[in-house]
Structures are given as structure tokens and as C-alpha cells.
């Protein structure tokens, strides 16, 4: 009896956290900065958003086709009620500026991070308030290769909550839009604008004038935060201290994941980035440790005793995989893959750390209806907000998503943060460091 008591109670506990998370964002959404937004959402519905009682409590579970209720690190969530949030959410305002994307997504998930970074900056230097999501594309890279609207894979409710100081993401409108035409499958539109000179778009502007520009622009902006000669936006700051996250059915993936594994109490990442293309690269020779066996001598090296008994591995194995089974005699990508199988089948440190992977494996295994379908996106999605979930990071100085993590935990107050290099790890992100570390490969 007492336990059974014991257990009601911790999950009644667990659910008025969620309720109150779910109302808190609510309250938020409603009362909004814009009267506008507020009207146009009572005229969306006439009986406003409640959270509902669920008809079942579902914590940590990774199997988002059998219930669309659901409880983790985002509090209370139901599929159903939130996406009647985000169609509110997402009413685009008339009478503030709005802008469409005028191209298509580059480079790998990090560099499309850039990308959209460089857009928001660039539409806060310009007082534009609002994009049109579908314009908004992130690629599937190494996978299906297909371009998919933003919203699909990140929290666009979370992110308009922080409007003035983020721009809105809105749906296309034919009538407030009418220079520009979204057409095409939901998860992969099309854009054609309707105006012959880009120059005279108004409904909505055309933005961005070439396909680089918006993560030139962003790179710019790195260098002279990093040269001491401006300060950080608040739009990059927001989205790194949380504003720009997961969507909540991706979100669930990773609870689900963290719950599997029993590794809520905290658990070390390390982004082993030694797939075939690394070893290629020319830059920055003196930093790389291209030997998955030389990373994990000096981690066990650097830490005797294991700070933590699970330790997540991030890497592309798909690209290790298809190098090792080519034509190429590649001896050390063999090596590496031999390495890292007998890691995860023995564990570290004489086999008191269990070793897991996440990212597109997990992502292929969801079963959820997009992001097993779009598995490489999804994956590395996954992998980064692990990443900075973690307890203990350790990645490396050449690479971008290494630093990027790193960047984002500084912002959080997370500063357990490594890099290995030749013969040692050492610690990037000190108490007393005022910066974050800098990519410079």
C-alpha cells in the first residue's frame, strides 16, 4: 500500500509540473506583446487553449506512434493540443513587415545553423518581424537529400514566445502575400516569387541576395564578436540558451533515449570525429587525432576513475560503414570502426562505462513518420541536443559541431567542456573563462 502510494504521488507530482509548464507557455503565448496576435488568436478558436487532462500518462516513452500524450523536458505534451497551438502560433500579423528566404539550405546541419542565424540577424537589423516558415528549408544531408520545412523538426511555439526579440515564423497566406506563391507537398514545398525584380517584393520581401549570404553574414558576425569589436546579439543569444529546440515529438525521441539508457543522473559525449572525410582534410593538421584508439587513451588517461558509467559516442557511421565497405584499402577507417563496435560491445575502462550511440540509428528507429523517414537530418539533430544535454562533453578543436556545442553550453552555464588533441585532452571552457572557444579550422 505504501508503495503503491509512494508511486501516485510522485506521478501526480510529475503531471502538475507538466500542467503547470504547459499553462506557464499558455499564459505566455496569449498575452503575447502584440494586440494584434492576441485578437487574432481568439478569433482563431472561440474557446481558448487549455491544457487537457490526459486520458493516459505516458513518461520517457520513444514510441511516438502509439500515444500522442506525453511528459518530459518540455513538461506536459499532447500531439493534438499542440498543434492547435502552433497553427495559432503561427497566424501571420498584417500589418508588420515579413519577409520569404529566398534560397535553398547548404552544407551539413551546423552550417544550415549558421544560415538561420545569419537570416534572424540580418532580419533584426532590418526591423522585419516575421517569416514565412515553408520558406524556411533544412536539408536532409546524406540522406534523402530532400529540402523540409522548418517546423517539422523544431519548436516554432517555443520560439514565438519570444517575439519581439525573435521574428515570428508565420504560414504562407495567399492574401497577405500575394508576391510570392508556396506550393508543393507539406513537408517539402516549393517557392516561386511572382514578381520579376526581387528588389520591388513587398508581400512578403524577398530576402537574402545570394545562397551564401546569410552564413557569410553570420561567419562576419562571429569574427567580430570573437576580434572583441561588438558584443553578442540577443538573437544569438536567445537561440543558444534555449529558444531554438527540438520539436516536441523530437524532444520525446531524446527523453526516450535518456530513459532507456538510465542515464538521467548524467552521462559523457564524446564526438569521435573520425570518419574518412576528416582524415582527408588538409587544415589544421597539428590539432587532429585522426585514431579513434589515441582519443580513448587519453580520455582514460585524463580521467582515471570515470566521472560517469555511460558515455554517448557521436559519429557518422553510415559515412565509416560505406568507406570500410568500398573499394578503397582505407586501413585506419577499418581500424576506427573496429574500434568503436568493440567500444560499444565491451565498454571503456575495463568495461565499468557502457558505451552508447543515438543520432540516425535512433532517429531509423522511432518509427515516427518523419524522422525516420528523414534519419540523417533527424540524427544529427538528435546528436547535437544530446550534445549539450550532456554532463561531460569532449569533442574537438577541428570541427564545427565540436565547437558549436561547446559555444552553446557556455551560453548555458555548462563549462565541462574538452577538446582531445595529440597525446591529451584538455579542458576549453575553465570557471573563470569569460568566451567561449572559437572554431578556427
Not at 506536459?76 to 515579413?98: C, G, H
Not at 534555449?242 to 523530437?250: D, E, N, Q, Y
Not at 544529427?380 to 549539450?388: C, K, P, R, T, W
Amino acid at each position: 500500500m505504501l508503495i503503491a502510494f509512494l508511486l501516485t504521488f510522485i506521478s501526480l507530482g510529475v503531471l502538475s509540473i507538466c500542467y503547470f509548464r504547459a499553462a506557464i507557455e499558455t499564459r505566455d503565448f496569449k498575452s503575447g506583446s502584440s494586440s494584434q496576435l492576441a485578437k487574432q488568436f481568439r478569433s482563431f478558436k472561440s474557446e481558448q487553449y487549455h491544457a487537457q487532462k490526459p486520458k493516459k500518462l505516458v513518461l520517457n516513452s520513444t514510441n511516438t506512434s502509439t500515444s500522442s500524450n506525453y511528459c518530459g523536458t518540455l513538461g506536459w505534451f499532447s500531439l493534438q493540443d499542440y498543434e492547435y497551438r502552433k497553427k495559432a502560433s503561427m497566424i501571420p500579423l498584417s500589418n508588420v513587415s515579413t519577409i520569404a528566404y529566398s534560397h535553398g539550405p547548404f552544407g551539413g546541419f551546423r552550417n544550415q545553423y549558421m544560415t538561420l542565424t545569419g537570416i534572424m540577424l540580418g532580419m533584426r537589423e532590418k526591423n522585419f518581424s516575421q517569416v514565412i516558415a515553408p520558406s524556411i528549408k533544412w536539408k536532409d544531408l546524406f540522406g534523402t537529400n530532400q529540402r523540409l520545412r522548418h517546423d517539422l523538426f523544431f519548436d516554432v511555439v517555443h520560439w514565438n514566445s519570444f517575439y519581439p526579440v525573435l521574428p515570428r515564423f508565420v504560414e504562407y497566406d495567399k492574401n497577405l502575400h500575394p508576391d510570392v506563391n508556396i506550393f508543393g507537398k507539406y513537408e517539402t514545398p516549393s517557392l516561386r516569387w511572382k514578381v520579376q525584380n526581387l528588389s520591388k517584393a513587398k508581400q512578403p520581401y524577398a530576402f537574402g541576395d545570394t545562397g551564401l549570404q546569410a552564413q557569410n553574414q553570420y561567419k562576419q558576425y562571429v569574427k567580430r564578436v570573437t576580434e572583441g569589436k561588438q558584443e553578442r546579439n540577443s538573437v544569438d543569444l536567445k537561440m543558444m540558451q534555449g529558444a531554438f529546440r527540438p520539436h516536441p515529438s523530437l524532444q520525446r525521441i531524446i527523453d526516450g533515449f535518456i530513459a532507456k539508457h538510465g542515464i538521467e543522473d548524467g552521462y559523457l559525449a564524446l564526438h569521435a570525429r573520425v570518419e574518412p572525410d576528416m582524415q582527408k582534410h588538409n587544415m589544421c593538421l597539428d590539432l587532429k587525432v585522426k585514431n579513434f584508439t589515441d582519443i580513448i587513451t587519453s580520455l582514460e588517461r585524463k580521467f582515471a576513475e570515470p566521472p560517469f558509467t555511460t558515455l554517448l559516442i557521436l559519429f557518422n557511421r553510415g559515412i565509416l560503414e560505406s568507406e570500410v565497405n568500398g573499394k578503397d584499402n582505407n586501413v585506419l577507417a577499418k581500424h576506427n570502426l573496429q574500434e568503436i563496435n568493440n567500444a560499444v560491445e565491451r565498454g571503456l575502462w575495463n568495461g565499468k562505462v557502457k558505451v552508447v550511440e543515438a543520432g540516425v540509428e535512433l532517429a531509423k528507429q522511432s518509427g515516427h513518420e518523419v524522422y525516420s523517414k528523414y534519419y540523417s537530418l533527424s540524427g544529427s539533430i538528435i546528436d547535437f541536443f544530446l550534445a549539450v544535454q550532456s554532463s561531460i562533453f569532449i569533442g574537438t578543436e577541428v570541427s564545427s559541431f565540436s565547437v558549436d556545442v561547446e559555444i552553446t553550453r557556455f551560453f548555458r552555464g555548462m563549462k565541462n567542456n574538452y577538446h582531445y588533441l595529440p597525446d591529451q585532452i584538455v579542458l576549453t571552457t575553465p570557471d573563470d573563462s569569460r568566451n567561449p572557444p572559437r572554431f578556427k579550422c
